[in-house]
Every structure is written in structure tokens, then in C-alpha cells.
């Protein structure tokens, strides 16, 4: 499982999901490492479970869960709320097209959640969202809605902008490492030679344009010192790896968990 930052198109961190479990265990591990104070965590709908957000919310972030038939009564209470025309909702669409079709998606917000909290107490929660994606294909048509639940009341825009962003990860990081390092491909069997391998090979996996910027962190600053790496045009929040060490990091971007 790897913690993606959004924005700078970096990975942060990488933990192994052990062969006997799953990622529902691994994701508390790995938020373990970082500090998510003032940052926004996004994840599947594999990752949207109480003890997640309920972490993600005392290290101080916030987050942008997909929900679906894992939390069942909790989805269709959601779904069946937000589809329903007599809901008020902020809306906000973007269109674009590529690669053969024309994708307009359109998100909606809603913060009246005082009914959903009385039967479910979900960990931080303030809003739920939809985005309703429509794709032109070949003259022919789909529309998918997908649910989610957020800790912060964005604007529909943000919340737009943050889903798309999680699925960066896609084309950024999983397609160099299949097409490019062919990482599919791998048969290494033997030793820690499997989980080592991943590691190397997402390490150098920074957008070629970007280019870090050095910052001397205060002396009195309450963040740990070194040397910032920093995006002048980040749109998404920062994230700072946690480490005991005076000489720590620190590095922006938006976070994506993602297996």
C-alpha cells in the first residue's frame, strides 16, 4: 500500500499487506508514520471504516472516504438522501475531453447530516457529497454515481478536485511502474527481494516537472528541521512525515492511500 502525495507526485511511504490480511489492517500502520495535521486524507471504500477516519481525525486531518456496499445501511441512507430531488444540495460541474470521450462530472454537497449522525455517529464526520460522472464514448452514454463522506464542508469544487486527484494516482504512479519499470512483470520470488523491489522502484517517482524548492525550516518552529521541499502552485494540502529526528523532512502534497 502506498501514501501518494497528490500534488508533487511523489510517494511517501510504502507498507506491505501481509499475505493472511488486508488493507483495512495496513492503512493504520502507514497513517502512523505521517503527520496529517491541517491535511486531507483520501481512500477507497475498502479503507472507509470507523477506526480509519476516527485516526485520520485524531492525528488531525481530514478526509474524503468512497462509500459503498461495505458500510451497506450506511450507503444506502446516503445514496437514497442525496438522489432524493427534494434535497438541497450545492452543486458544481467540470467537463473535459480526451482519449476518445468527453467526461462531465458534477459533485454535490450536502452538510444536512443531523439524521444520518443520530443512527449511524460516524468518527468527525460534517458532510456527504456525490459525484455523478457522465461519459460520452463512441456515441454512446454511461453514467456512474459514486458516494462519499467527508470531514470537512468544502465547496462543491473542492470536493471535485479532490476525488479526481486521488485517482492520480493511476495514470502518475501505477502505470510508470507497470508500462515503464514493468514492474507486472517481476518474478523475484526470494528473500525480501519482493517488498524491497516496490520500494527502489517508486522512490524516483517525481513529475519531471516539478522541481523542489529549499526552505530553512525556524529555529522555534514547532515542525521538525531540515530541508522543506515545497510546490508554489499546491492546491491540496501539505503532509509532513513523522520522525523523532531533529533533521526530519518535511514535504507537501496532497495524500492518497491506495493498494
Known amino acids: 500500500m502506498s501514501a501518494w502525495a497528490a500534488d508533487q507526485r ?10 493472511k490480511s488486508n488493507e483495512i ?10 503527520l496529517l495535521k491541517g491535511r486531507t486524507v483520501t481512500a477507497d471504500a475498502m479503507s472507509c471504516q470507523r477506526k480509519i477516519a476516527q485516526q ?3 492525528q488531525g486531518g481530514d ?7 461495505n458500510q451497506e445501511t450506511l450507503h444506502d441512507d446516503v445514496r437514497r438522501f442525496l438522489d432524493d430531488p427534494e434535497t438541497e444540495l450545492r452543486s458544481a460541474s467540470e467537463a473535459d475531453k480526451g482519449h476518445g470521450r468527453i467526461e462531465t462530472r458534477t459533485a ?6 443531523g439524521w444520518l449522525q443520530d443512527s449511524h455517529d460516524w468518527p468527525g464526520l460534517r458532510a456527504i457529497g456525490k459525484i455523478t460522472a457522465t461519459r460520452e464514448i463512441n456515441g454512446k452514454t454511461t453514467t456512474e454515481t459514486r458516494c462519499y463522506l467527508l470531514s470537512q464542508a468544502c465547496a462543491p469544487e473542492r470536493f471535485n478536485t479532490v476525488v479526481r486527484s486521488h485517482w492520480g494516482i493511476e495514470n502518475q504512479l501505477h502505470w510508470v511502474l507497470d508500462l515503464i519499470m514493468d514492474e507486472d512483470q517481476a518474478r523475484n520470488r526470494k528473500s525480501t527481494v519482493p517488498k524491497t523491489l516496490p520500494c527502489s522502484a517508486s522512490s524516483p517517482s517525481i513529475s519531471p516537472n516539478w522541481s523542489p524548492q529549499k526552505a530553512p525550516c525556524a529555529e522555534n518552529s514547532s515542525e521538525p528541521g531540515g530541508t522543506m521541499l515545497s510546490s508554489p502552485k499546491s492546491s491540496l494540502c501539505s503532509l509532513i512525515f513523522k520522525c523523532d529526528s531533529p533533521a526530519a523532512t518535511p514535504l507537501t ?6 493498494i
Open 56 to 58: 485520520v481525525i485524531d
Open 63 to 69: 478526509y474524503v472516504l468512497a462509500l459503498k456496499g
Open 253 to 258: 502534497g496532497g495524500i492518497c492511500l491506495y
Open 10 to 19: 511523489l510517494v511517501l511511504g510504502q507498507i506491505t499487506v501481509d499475505d
Open 25 to 34: 489492517v495496513a492503512v493504520p500502520k502507514l497513517l502512523e508514520l505521517l
Open 108 to 113: 454535490s454537497v450536502s452538510t444536512d447530516i
